[in-house]
Structure formats: structure tokens, C-alpha cells
């Protein structure tokens, strides 16, 4: 069942920043996904359609920069399924990060740009950024 509220709120994951939920209805744009995440995705639902005359529909997303966890449900049986659209790696200082937005951070760093050359590059294709402080903390 789709939620009524579709207003965007923040909430603190433990050892992560803060990221961003939204509902179906509030978003928009493109993102980057990783292929093997979206191969794993499609399998898990092929196979639940096996079992199930369902409907899969993307019901929300929970952003942390270029990585967003995409949210579905089965609209006959409620089988709920997500989409990680990036892996994650251990990052320089050994915490696990979002392996895109790791890359993109270093794409930046190692052409001499930085997070306003990174956000006006995604902003063009519609793609969110991470925030400035979570730049500079990858
Ligand atoms: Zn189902």
C-alpha cells in the first residue's frame, strides 16, 4: 500500500549522515546505477513473479548522494523488494561508502575539480550529488 504522505524527511542511519526518504510520487531525475546491483534486483523479481501473479511498483527511495536504495512492493502479495543502486567498499579511512559516490570523489579530486564542479556536472543530467560535508568526508 502506498503511504498518504509523500513529503521527503530526514533521518540519521547509525555511523552514515543524514539521507533523504522520499516517496515514488516526489521523485524525479535520473540516477547511476551500478549493473550487477540492478542484475541481482531483476532476479529476485523474476523470481517472486514465478510464484506470484503480481505488479511490482517502486514505492520510494532512500538517498545518500548518487546511491539511492530504491524501494518496491508486490501490489498482490506486499513481497517487498529493494534496489541498492551502488555497491558499497571500504573507503581510505576503513568505513564502508557507497562505492559511486567514493568514485565520484575521486574523479573530482584527481581532475582538480570539487564538489561545485561534481554537483553542476550531475545537475545537467538530473543525477542528486552527495552533499558538500559528505564530499568532503569521503
Ligand atoms: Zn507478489
Known amino acids: 500500500m502506498v503511504p498518504e504522505s509523500y513529503a521527503a524527511a530526514t533521518t540519521r542511519v547509525r555511523g552514515s549522515k543524514s539521507i533523504e526518504h522520499k516517496q515514488l510520487e516526489s521523485l524525479d531525475g535520473s540516477r547511476i546505477v551500478n549493473l550487477d546491483q540492478l542484475q541481482q534486483y531483476i532476479d529476485g523479481l ?3 513473479a514465478r510464484q506470484c501473479q503480481c505488479s511490482i511498483t517502486l ?5 545518500n548522494g548518487l ?4 524501494s518496491s512492493y508486490c501490489t498482490s502479495c506486499g513481497h517487498r523488494a529493494v ?19 567514493l568514485a565520484a570523489v575521486w574523479g573530482q579530486m584527481s581532475t582538480g575539480g570539487g564538489h561545485s564542479v561534481l554537483q553542476e556536472s550531475m545537475s ?15
Open 59 to 63: 514505492n520510494g527511495e532512500t538517498r
Open 46 to 48: 523474476v523470481s517472486h
Open 83 to 101: 534496489l541498492q543502486t551502488s555497491k558499497k567498499v571500504k573507503g581510505p579511512n576503513g568505513y564502508q561508502r557507497w562505492e559511486c559516490n
Open 67 to 70: 546511491a539511492s536504495i530504491l
Open 124 to 138: 545537467t543530467l538530473g543525477v542528486p550529488v552527495v552533499t558538500k560535508s559528505s564530499f568532503i568526508h569521503t
